[in-house]
Structure formats: C-alpha cells, structure tokens
C-alpha cells in the first residue's frame, strides 16, 4: 500500500512539475471539417499527451467545446468574438448574459480552470477598436459580480499590426492611427492585473521581408546574437517580436511595461515553398518550445515566465488560403503532424 501511495505522489509530482514549468499551450482553431469530437480532443490532451499540453485556448466560447472540457483539470482560454464585442460593449446586461452562459456553468462544480477570456481578435486596428476597452470593462464587471475576476483575467488579442515602430525592439511603439486606443487598452489591463495576448509569426515577417531576415533567426537557429538592442542581444526573432510590444507598452505605463503572452504562433507545413515545409515546421515548433522551457523569458521581459499558444491544433482545410490552413500539429487521428511534444 505504501508503495503504492508513492509511486502515486511521485507521479502526481511529476505531472504538476509539466505543468508548472512548460507554459506552452495549443490554440484549437476550429475553421475544419472532420476534427475529432471536443470530447475526445479534451481525453486526448488530458490522458493520451498527459499534460504535455496543460493549457488551450479557443477562438470563441462554444458551449459544446466548454461542456467536453468541464471535467478536465486543464486550463482553457475563451473568447467573446469580434461579432460580440459591439453587443457587449454597450450593454452591461449582455455582458452579464456572456458570462452567465459561457463561464457560470462550468465554473463552480468542474475541474477546468478558466485562464483567459479574450475580448475581441485582433479587433485593433478596425472599426471595432473603440469598443475593446469598454466591452473589457462590462466583462470584467460581470466577473466581479459572479466572484471570479480574482481567477479569471480579462484581456484581448493583438497583432503587431498595432505597432508603429518594432525594430530594433526597444523602439517598438504603438502606431500613431491606433495609440490612444492602445493606452487605454494597456492601461486598463494594468490596472485589472491582467497581461496583453499577442498573436507573433516570425514566418510572416520572415516571407515579408526575406533579404532583411534570415531563415535561421527566425527559426530559432542562429548561433551569435543578430540583433543587438543596448543591455540585450537577440538570437531569435519570435523573442525581439515579442520585445517590441514590451518596451511598446512601457512607454504607456512605464515599471517595465505589461506582462505579455504569446496567444498564437506557428509555422505552416504548405502553400509558400521553400519557406512552408513540414522540416521549416517542425524546427520552428521544437526549437520554440525548447526555448520557452529551458530559457522561459525574453530578454526584456526576465520577471515573467512566458506563456505561449502554438497555432494550431489541426489543420483547417476551411480557411480560403493554403498557408492560412496549414498550420496544424495534430491529424485528424491525433497523431502528430511531425513529432515537437516528446
Ligand atoms: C480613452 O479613454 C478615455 C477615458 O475613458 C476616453 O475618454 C477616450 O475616448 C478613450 N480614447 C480612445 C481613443 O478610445
């Protein structure tokens, strides 16, 4: 019996020891056919990968997805869509009704811990940029009402489309056309506690910019520093990405700016030869998440553990462009597209 107890404390031990130090996660697009059930997706994350992967994010606040992932001792992130966000925005009575459907039932008796809820996608820069702060505020009044806001945080998702300046990384600054609703936004999320969610591809800026940026520093390969930024020295690009928004978001609010997440990044297997390729996919992938675990910071930002979201669980053959859809580490069988978890 003793032994037993301790080979069970000891495996206890080891699982929560995966969770504490790999904060990498997977973001579930949902933009496919043919994707295993939500039910079976959360047995597989919990029992097959046994939280390899402790933490999810999704794209919107499907009651059936949060239903197969109530009983699941992972971490999930929701979002309210960009569709929700003007109805939400206006009325403190819907943001109420969000929360009440999305996060009251199963909250209190299951095991899921809710990370995140994102308000808006990438809604800056656009028509409904305005209103992200506003419907931030009515969801955050909604958790204070419901007792949750000390354990869920409330953010949005932005992509360095908001940013002005980003290179070298410490001139990052938000674009002139959106910076008065970037302080708020930055402003309100230091005041409530919670970080900024950035959705980072070094894959696109590479394929931007291909004689600027170098396949190997945007793979996680060089070997010397490539960019040297006064104190830090870059030998990745997803870090010096990652590090514009910091020092962006430090001249908003100083004290080292925001904590940020990495709520997206990826690399697509198909449709931009020679840049897209399973081997260009699954470097990215490994290195990426060798970094997050044996280094876990960024070079501006040492006080905080990273926390990042690969994109994507599947492929989603409904999304219009072929690079957009290719995205995916698992198959539809939920074996791996090419091995980064073991
Ligand atoms: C920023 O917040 C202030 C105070 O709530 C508000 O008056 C202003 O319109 C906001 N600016 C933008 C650009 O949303």
Same mark, same amino acid.
């Given at each position: 019996?003793?032994?037993?107890?301790?080979?069970?404390?000891?495996?206890?031990?080891?699982?929560?020891?995966?969770?504490?130090?790999?904060?990498?996660?997977?973001?579930?697009?949902?933009?496919?056919?043919?994707?295993?059930?939500?039910?079976?997706?959360?047995?597989?994350?919990?029992?097959?990968?046994?939280?390899?992967?402790?933490?999810?994010?999704?794209?919107?606040?499907?009651?059936?997805?949060?239903?197969?992932?109530?009983?699941?001792?992972?971490?999930?992130?929701?979002?309210?869509?960009?569709?929700?966000?003007?109805?939400?925005?206006?009325?403190?009575?819907?943001?109420?009704?969000?929360?009440?459907?999305?996060?009251?039932?199963?909250?209190?008796? !299951?095991?899921?811990?809710?990370?995140?809820? *994102? @308000?808006?996608?990438?809604?800056?820069? /656009?028509?409904?940029? +305005?209103?992200? &702060?506003?419907?931030?505020?009515?969801?955050?009044?909604?958790?204070?009402?419901?007792? !949750?806001?000390?354990?869920?945080?409330?953010? *949005? @998702?932005?992509?360095?489309?908001?940013? /002005?300046?980003?290179? +070298?990384?410490? &001139?990052?600054?938000?674009?002139?056309?959106?910076?008065?609703?970037?302080?708020?936004?930055?402003?309100?999320?230091?005041?409530?506690?919670?970080?900024?969610?950035?959705?980072?591809?070094?894959?696109?800026?590479?394929?931007?910019?291909?004689?600027?940026?170098?396949?190997?520093?945007?793979?996680?390969?060089?070997?010397?520093?490539?960019?040297?930024?006064?104190?830090?020295?870059?030998?990745?690009?997803?870090?010096?990405?990652?590090?514009?928004?910091?020092?962006?978001?430090?001249?908003?609010?100083?004290?080292?700016?925001?904590?940020?997440?990495?709520?997206?990044?990826?690399?697509?297997?198909?449709?931009?030869?020679?840049?897209?390729?399973?081997?260009?996919?699954?470097?990215?992938?490994?290195?990426?998440?060798?970094?997050?675990?044996?280094?876990?910071?960024?070079?501006?930002?040492?006080?905080?553990?990273?926390?990042?979201?690969?994109?994507?669980?599947?492929?989603?053959?409904?999304?219009?462009?072929?690079?957009?859809?290719?995205?995916?580490?698992?198959?539809?069988?939920?074996?791996?597209?090419?091995?980064?978890?073991?």
């Amino acid at each position: 019996m003793k032994g037993v107890l301790a080979v069970w404390i000891i495996a206890t031990a080891f699982q929560y020891s995966i969770a504490a130090y790999a904060d990498l996660g997977i973001t579930y697009g949902t933009n496919g056919d043919n994707f295993p059930s939500p039910v079976r997706v959360s047995e597989f994350l919990e029992k097959d990968m046994k939280h390899k992967i402790p933490i999810v994010r999704f794209l919107n606040a499907d009651v059936e997805i949060l239903q197969a992932f109530s009983d699941t001792n992972l971490g999930v992130t929701i979002s309210v869509t960009n569709a929700e966000i003007p109805t939400v925005a206006t009325s403190q009575e819907a943001a109420n009704a969000w929360v009440h459907d999305h996060i009251t039932p199963f909250a209190a008796n !299951s095991r899921v811990r809710f990370r995140y809820i *994102t @308000v808006g996608i990438e809604a800056i820069p /656009g028509d409904l940029a +305005p209103l992200v &702060t506003p419907a931030m505020t009515n969801i955050y009044q909604a958790l204070i009402l419901v007792k !949750s806001k000390d354990f869920i945080k409330v953010t *949005t @998702v932005v992509s360095p489309t908001v940013l /002005g300046q980003s290179y +070298p990384p410490s &001139t990052g600054q938000f674009e002139q056309s959106v910076s008065g609703v970037m302080d708020n936004v930055t402003r309100f999320l230091q005041n409530i506690g919670s970080p900024l969610l950035l959705n980072i591809y070094p894959y696109y800026a590479l394929v931007n910019e291909p004689d600027k940026i170098s396949m190997q520093y945007a793979l996680f390969q060089s070997k010397e520093p490539v960019v040297i930024d006064g104190e830090y020295k870059y030998y990745n690009l997803f870090d010096a990405m990652v590090d514009a928004f910091v020092a962006a978001t430090e001249k908003v609010v100083g004290n080292g700016g925001l904590r940020v997440v990495v709520s997206e990044t990826g690399w697509p297997t198909k449709g931009n030869e020679p840049y897209t390729n399973v081997k260009n996919a699954q470097i990215y992938n490994s290195n990426l998440r060798h970094h997050v675990i044996t280094v876990g910071r960024t070079p501006r930002q040492g006080d905080y553990k990273m926390e990042v979201y690969i994109y994507s669980m599947f492929n989603e053959d409904k999304k219009p462009d072929p690079v957009g859809a290719s995205f995916g580490t698992f198959n539809d069988d939920l074996t791996e597209v090419y091995p980064i978890w073991h």
